[in-house]
Nanobody
Framework: QVQLVESGGGLVQDGGSLRLSCAAS????????MGWFRQAPGKEREFVAQ????????YYAGSVKGRFTISRDNAKNTVYLQMNSLKPEDTAVYYC????????????????WGQGTQVTVSS
């Protein structure tokens, strides 16, 4: 099982950009598809994006498609989420997670989770 640590969150203005990173420990990182989820106050955790093990497929929630890009570097055991054109409604704690189910947006399919990183977008 991998252990995950997110970083890169912060405060940004409407229309700004941030890049989140998620560093994984363990030699099996490349065996897992990696996802990003987010949870805003008072709301359920929601799927943001997933990237497959071999970096050949990426999946996005409709609300972020065209603005966010997920990527991974298996040599560095790291997955990234580049977030552009940020909106106040993107404000949330962002989590990375690992799964063996490629293409899944269901949080129950993800076994390992990071502690989260706060992203706040001011209007």
């Amino acid at each position: 099982q991998v252990q995950l640590v997110e970083s890169g969150g912060g405060l940004v203005q409407d229309g700004g950009s941030l890049r989140l990173s998620c560093a994984a420990s363990g030699r099996t990182f490349s065996s897992y598809a990696m996802g990003w989820f987010r949870q805003a106050p008072g709301k359920e955790r929601e799927f943001v994006a997933q990237i497959s093990t071999n970096v050949d497929r990426a999946y996005y929630a409709g609300s972020v498609k065209g603005r966010f890009t997920i990527s991974r570097d298996n040599a560095k055991n790291t997955v990234y989420l580049q977030m552009n054109s940020l909106k106040p409604e993107d404000t949330a704690v962002y989590y990375c997670a690992s799964t063996t189910v490629i293409g899944s947006s269901n949080a129950r399919h993800y076994a390992a989770w990071g502690q989260g990183t706060q992203v706040t977008v001011s209007s």
